[in-house]
């Protein structure tokens, strides 16, 4: 059972960088078919996929968010990071990670962390 | 990418039976059997109660079935239970690799 546990600053400023990190046990940030994904959720509102880092390294970006976006992964200490620069309040939200298993024929998030909430304001 | 269409929300009376659409385009819920349902609670993280269009995971009541037909795929609840009130979203892996979510739907149980 692979279990994700975010952790990160719960305050940033305005104009600032966002990190958070995902901390993974149970399994591999290089495990095969395996996408470590940053999803969010704005207070009241729905979810949000804000992009992924393949178990080959590879990232993909919600084309929305491309421009201020960076997924990374650090193998030696099983983690996944993301950074989003230049946030402004419309960036606060619940900040979950969460693996994505997709193969030929299967596709879907298997496990989620518990989320962490980001609030930006000065 | 857009965000896959809900209606914002369904309600039913125990027991019932209801169902929630989601619909997309052939770039995503239409193009690929890579369908998925979550159920939210307030404060916690979703939960997958079926994959690949159909699949329910271990643990997840037989009284939740998924289907899609076309560009619109579907979740049902039979036997609506008070414990079933929640959020549900669908998810579909789309083209350019991407993944995408819907809007939501609100469960009520009258």
């Known amino acids: 059972q692979v279990q994700l546990q975010e952790s990160g600053p719960g305050l940033v400023k305005p104009s600032e960088t966002l990190s958070l990190t995902c901390t993974v046990s149970?399994?591999?940030?290089?495990?095969?078919?395996?996408?470590w994904t940053w999803v969010r959720q704005p207070p009241g509102k729905g979810l949000e996929c804000i992009g992924y880092?393949?178990?080959?390294?590879?990232?993909n970006y919600n084309p929305s968010l491309k421009s201020r976006v960076s997924i990374s992964a650090d193998t030696s200490k099983n983690q996944f990071s993301l950074r989003l620069s230049s946030v402004t309040a419309a960036d606060t939200a619940v900040f979950f990670c969460?693996?994505?298993?997709?193969?030929?024929?299967?596709?879907?998030?298997?496990?989620w962390g518990q989320g962490t909430l980001v609030t930006v304001s000065s | 990418q857009s965000a896959l269409t809900q209606p914002a929300s369904v309600s039913g009376s125990p027991g019932q039976s209801i169902t929630i659409s989601c619909t997309g385009t052939?770039?995503?819920?239409?193009?690929?059997?890579?369908v998925s349902w979550y159920q939210q609670h307030p404060g916690k993280a979703p939960k997958l109660m079926i994959y690949?269009?159909?699949y329910r995971p271990s643990g997840v009541s037989n009284r939740f079935s998924g289907s899609k037909s076309g560009n619109t795929a579907s979740l049902t609840i039979s036997g609506l239970q008070a414990e079933d009130e929640a959020e549900y979203y669908c998810?579909?892996?789309?083209?350019?690799?991407?993944?995408?979510f819907g809007t939501g739907t609100k469960v009520t149980v009258l």
């Open positions: 690949d269009v159909s």
């Open positions: 052939r770039s995503d819920v239409g193009g690929y059997n890579f």
């Open positions: 998810s579909s892996y789309a083209s350019s690799s991407s993944y995408v």
């Open positions: 969460a693996s994505l298993y997709c193969t030929r024929t299967s596709c879907y998030v298997r496990y």
């Open positions: 149970g399994g591999s940030v290089s495990g095969d078919s395996y996408y």
């Open positions: 880092i393949s178990y080959t390294g590879s990232t």
